[in-house]
């Protein structure tokens, strides 16, 4: 059985930080592209970062310079540090894990989500 459970959510005043993890289970995590994607209500959901097998990263434009998705395949965990955040940062947040190959087709699985709210 898969799992991906999100925890580090929470309030912050805006300029704060939060750290987000991703604690996967039932996948060869060291293989998949490990992304964090967001929603807030009446927007569609939104990629923010996501970093490759090999850890290659990327970024929306909006979380440059300010967020950094790292992993640790030991610990099977996907993280996101988030820095001087804004109140439009606040969604729910959601881990992804995405995997494709010839080998053993594709798997896309998500977490349950984890709610950041960022006051002005």
């Known amino acids: 059985q898969v799992q991906l459970v999100e925890s580090g959510g929470g309030l912050v005043q805006a300029g704060g930080s939060l750290r987000l993890s991703c604690a996967g289970s039932?996948?060869?995590?060291?293989?998949?592209?490990m992304g964090w994607y967001r929603q807030s209500p009446g927007k569609q959901r939104e990629l923010v970062a996501r970093?490759?097998?090999?850890?290659?990263?990327n970024y929306a434009d909006s979380v440059k310079g300010r967020f950094t998705i790292s992993r640790d395949n030991a610990k099977n965990t996907v993280y996101l540090q988030m820095n001087s955040l804004k109140p439009e940062d606040t969604a729910v947040y959601y881990c992804?894990?995405?995997?494709?190959?010839?080998?053993?087709?594709?798997?896309?699985?998500w977490g349950q989500g984890t709610q950041v709210t960022v006051s002005s």
């Open positions: 992804n894990a995405f995997s494709q190959s010839i080998l053993r087709g594709t798997s896309d699985y």
């Open positions: 039932g996948i060869i995590f060291s293989i998949n592209t």
């Open positions: 970093i490759t097998s090999s850890g290659s990263t």
